[in-house]
């Protein structure tokens, strides 16, 4: 990476820039047998959009669920109405179901597209269709998204970068040239270490990488969702 800029598009390479949509699930496991096929049939489509000048990769991303968070997303604030009991018992409520049902992990998905061009200026035109278009599309699949600014990317790489919790995310695009920084600065672990071929060390953990090549003619759709199911 060598420049985020503030609308969310980075700069990877010299003559590569690239973008990321953040989306929500859809209920296809819970589909009947008749809307699942229409699912299909729309997410072939939604594929097909991109051409061979678009390089696209999906990011499914298990991270550990910030506790503090975690209750800031389902506390219900209080109104001295009479109905704070009931506001507490139901907070109480979604604590419970919320901590049964994603094993502690917050779980996000996201889509990264990117074109070649010479500049900033040539390629930002073309980078707002695509992904107008593409939000378009989530929308024809009755699927949330949104895009991501140049603070909400780098505040998800330092995330997968920093999964010890160690490293708090700080960043202002003010004080980025004032401290002489870069962007990678506000991201970096304490230590990358490969000391070996099989696992390596990211700030205070440990970790390893899998290459999964799929070479059957088909598959089953439950392959996917076992995959993202997975404690990890």
Known sequence: MQRMFEDGTCRVKNGYYTRTVEFQDINYQLALPEDRTAIYEEWCSFLNFFDSSIH?????????????????????????????????????????????????????????????????????????????????????????????????????????????????FYFDWKKLAAGGLTVKDAIAPTAFAFQNSRTFQMGGIFGSVSYLSITASDLSDQLLKDFLDMDS
């Open 56 to 168: 696209f990769e999906l990011s499914f991303v298990n991270t550990a669920t910030d506790s503090t968070e975690f209750e800031k997303s389902i506390r219900i604030p209080f109104q001295k109405d009479g109905f704070d009991d009931v506001r507490a018992e139901y907070s109480q409520m979604l604590r419970q179901q919320l901590s049964k049902g994603n094993n502690g992990l917050t779980k996000r998905k996201y889509l990264t597209f990117g074109v070649s061009g010479e500049s900033m200026q040539q390629v930002k035109a073309r980078l707002d269709h695509i992904q107008n278009d593409l939000l378009n599309n989530f929308h024809r699949l009755g699927v949330q998204a949104k895009p991501l600014d140049g603070r909400e990317r780098l505040k998800l790489m330092h995330g997968i970068f920093n999964l010890d919790g160690e490293s708090k």
